[in-house]
């Protein structure tokens, strides 16, 4: 029996539909990197964070796979090598999280909050780049979400989680 064909990795950049410039040029940071490492990014397929990490996988020759809240493939930015509408709304976040290795949350509004929730409770790794800090009052456990100081450190990480997670 012939074992599997290698898979690349899957990361997941998550992060808001409107997004500074700054932030925007990190996400597309994220997806350049990923995608010349050979792996497939996944995101939620609109704007802001998600458009520019895609356009950044993209512009590296890289796949992206959009997990879009919409009803139509149309419905999705530019970039995206395969959009797959599930007309769910945010539920999406859900398949999105459940579908990657590690996720990179970059900035964020209450959608991408919901994410990092729904990643941390099904073991998916978190690497943070100025987003949320998760907390419990009363609790003394550290924040989950590791926090990287730049893009390259956000992939860099997220990588190794990925491939120990295989492990």
Do not use: F
Not at 1 to 28: D, K, N, W
Not at 108 to 135: C, D, K, M, Q, R
């Amino acid at each position: 029996m012939q074992g599997r064909p290698h898979r690349p990795i899957r990361i997941a950049v998550i992060g808001a539909r409107q997004t500074s410039a700054h932030l925007a040029a990190a996400a597309e940071a994220i997806g350049r990197e990923v995608a010349r490492r050979g792996g497939v990014l996944l995101c939620g397929g609109m704007t802001g964070v998600m458009e520019a990490a895609a356009r950044g996988a993209t512009a590296a020759g890289g796949v992206v796979v959009g997990i879009l809240p919409t009803d139509t493939a149309e419905e999705g930015n530019p970039y995206l090598t395969i959009p797959l509408p599930t007309g769910m709304g945010e539920a999406r976040n859900v398949i999105l999280v459940r579908s990657a290795e590690a996720i990179i949350a970059v900035g964020g509004a209450y959608g991408t909050l919901s994410e990092i929730g729904h990643a941390l409770n099904l073991g998916v790794p978190v690497i943070g780049l100025e987003t949320w800090h998760v907390s419990q009052e009363g609790v003394t456990e550290p924040d989950p979400v590791r926090r990287a100081k730049d893009a390259l450190e956000a992939v860099e990480w997220a990588w190794a989680a990925a491939w120990e997670r295989r492990r």
